[in-house]
């Protein structure tokens, strides 16, 4: 840690500027304040130099770059957020572990299949297996440079998974804390962004794509218990799943609120079974006509606790004219804001980025501190999704998935720490 008076000064560089870099850059300027730390958007790169110029203007980023490696080399950067297409995660990834970065923020999903890039065509089973193995080898990279790898589900950083861990913490001396059922979805009428429709860029749809987010706390949350109750993290070991192409398959008409899927998967669905034969069940769609829907419930041998993410009614709000709202945006994705909405005010705090980012600042501040969201999370969370696929063209037979998430060793120290979780809740 640096000194009461010494100032530190933290380079971020980012890349992308779609949605993700959006969202990335503006929540550097959100995190909770650190004394004499100040962070510098150092650098932003986009294979259309033109956007990462525009980019860098209006969020006042210091340098754009057309080559992330030529940015890494010019910035040398503490954090390296690489918000880009789904493509290009390995590469920058490995690129980010050879320059040494500090701390590499990897978007979700972690990579994709190498053999889209190259043009081939396999089943689910060879591309689960060859994703993985790309992904061991990303790894084992990012470990030999000292690099700390967060991986950005910012899921896992919402306040209602927070409070959930504050009281797995409280139930565990009290011979309880275990989590017997989880329950999530992720959800809006279609991404905006060009490549998402385009395997060979996005990698997949709504498995791939969203029910990935509520299956990171999903994991999340089985480590934590885990290493409270037994010392170490409950590991996924069986999936089953569907993959479905819904709207494709629709008249024409049907599609008329919606970006209709042409290539990927629009509805996904998920079981998970853990090595404690507890159960997780997550969806993703691309069919939710009203906006983002994001929920996440867990019951677990003391209680339920369900996060309504958004919508939730804490706030409602009636306008009889959309018109009257210009151009604010009630809550993410809502098509129109007249009638009744429940606005989300906040949001990069309520869907969890600001927590997030703030823990990548954390871990390049302090050297011994690791990501709550990290490499064997991403690690397990590939291994589910790419088995999903798997299952869902075999009928949504369970896949074994134990030789990938019980078969490799992790350092102990890339597992979660739940003790250094910020508490949300207040005490008597």
């Given amino acids: 840690m640096t000194s009461n008076t010494e100032q530190r000064t933290l380079r971020v560089a980012i890349s992308g500027t779609g949605f993700a870099g959006d969202f990335t850059a503006r929540v550097f300027q959100m995190i909770p304040h650190k004394n004499n730390v100040s962070i510098e958007l150092s650098g932003i790169t986009s294979g ?178 885990g290493i409270l109750r037994e010392g170490a993290p409950v590991r996924p070991v069986k999936v089953a799943a569907a993959a479905l192409q819904v709207l494709k398959r629709q008249p024409h008409a049907s599609g008329e609120h919606f970006r209709v899927m042409q290539n990927v998967d629009d509805y996904a669905r998920i079981t998970v079974v853990f090595e404690d034969d507890t159960v997780a069940e997550l969806t993703g769609h691309d069919l939710s006509i009203s906006g983002i829907r994001n929920a996440f419930s867990v019951i677990a041998d003391f209680g339920q606790y369900d996060m309504r993410v958004n919508p939730s009614n804490a706030h409602e709000l009636f306008l009889p004219d959309g018109d009257m709202a210009g151009d604010v945006l009630m809550r993410e994705k809502l098509p129109t804001p007249q009638g009744t909405s429940f606005p989300s005010p906040m949001q990069f705090h309520t869907h969890g980025y600001v927590s997030e980012i703030d823990d990548a600042v954390r871990c390049a501040l302090e050297r011994e501190r690791r990501p709550q969201s990290g490499a064997m999370l991403a690690w397990d969370t590939l291994a589910v999704l790419m088995a999903g696929y798997e299952s869902a063209e075999k009928d949504s037979r369970f896949i074994d998935i134990s030789e990938y998430t019980l078969g490799r060793d992790f350092p102990p120290e890339v597992a979660p720490d739940p003790l250094l979780v910020d508490e949300v809740l207040q005490r008597t």
């Fill in 48 to 225: 259309h130099l033109g956007n990462a110029r525009n980019f860098a203007g209006r969020y006042g980023v210091g340098a754009a770059f057309e080559q992330h490696r030529d940015m890494l080399e010019a910035v040398k950067p503490h954090i390296d957020c690489i918000a880009c297409a789904n493509h290009a995660h390995a590469q920058y990834v490995l690129e980010a572990a050879e320059a040494g970065v500090p701390v590499i923020v990897l978007e979700k999903p972690p990579l994709i299949w190498p053999g889209y890039l190259d043009g081939r065509q396999a089943d689910a089973a060879v591309r689960k297996a060859e994703s993985m193995d790309a992904f061991h080898e990303v790894l084992e990279a990012v470990e030999a440079a000292g690099s700390k790898l967060l991986y950005a589900e910012n899921f896992v950083y919402l306040d209602g998974v927070r409070a959930l861990v504050t009281l797995l913490r409280e139930a565990e001396p009290r011979d309880k804390g275990k989590i017997l059922l989880q329950q999530g979805v992720c959800a809006h009428q279609g991404s905006h962004a060009p490549a998402y429709d385009m395997p060979e860029k996005s990698g997949g749809g709504a498995l791939l794509n969203k029910a990935c987010h509520p299956l990171g706390p999903a994991l999340y949350l089985k480590q934590v218990e």
